[in-house]
């Protein structure tokens, strides 16, 4: 990523961002906030119970949100925050066209049995 100036685009997820996931560990379901001055992604958490786990198996989970927190960071990485921990897995954050709210669906349960919804 990177500013509208920029020669060329910069990699902003292989670096560590303060207040961020460490380089390391994997970010997915980016998107863009509505006001383009934000990108919002899912970024895995620096430990949780199940990584002693084969990275094959976790790959799947880790897509589907679970182990993952939900950040917002500037184009070129400047900045970035938390936005929320969802407690199961979760899919991308979707936002009101003015970008007043996000809303994203979360996993009821725990892996490996957790479900993105139930009916009442």
């Not at 500013?3 to 997820?13: F, K, L, V, Y």
């Not at 007043?100 to 349960?109: F, L």
Request: one cysteine or more.
């Amino acid at each position: 990523m990177g500013t509208g100036g920029d020669a060329e685009p910069q990699c902003i997820t292989r670096k560590n961002l303060t207040g961020g996931p460490a380089a390391n560990r994997n970010k997915m379901q980016v998107n863009w906030h509505p006001s383009g001055k934000w990108i919002i992604f899912a970024g895995e958490r620096s430990h949780y119970p199940e990584m002693w786990l084969p990275k094959r198996l976790c790959q799947g989970w880790l897509e589907c949100g679970i182990w993952m927190d939900i950040y917002a960071v500037t184009p070129d990485g400047s900045r970035c925050c938390k936005l929320a921990t969802p407690k199961g897995g979760f899919t991308g954050v979707a936002f009101t066209a003015d970008g007043q709210r996000g809303v994203w669906a979360e996993a009821i349960g725990m892996v490996p049995k957790a479900v993105f919804g139930r009916v009442g």
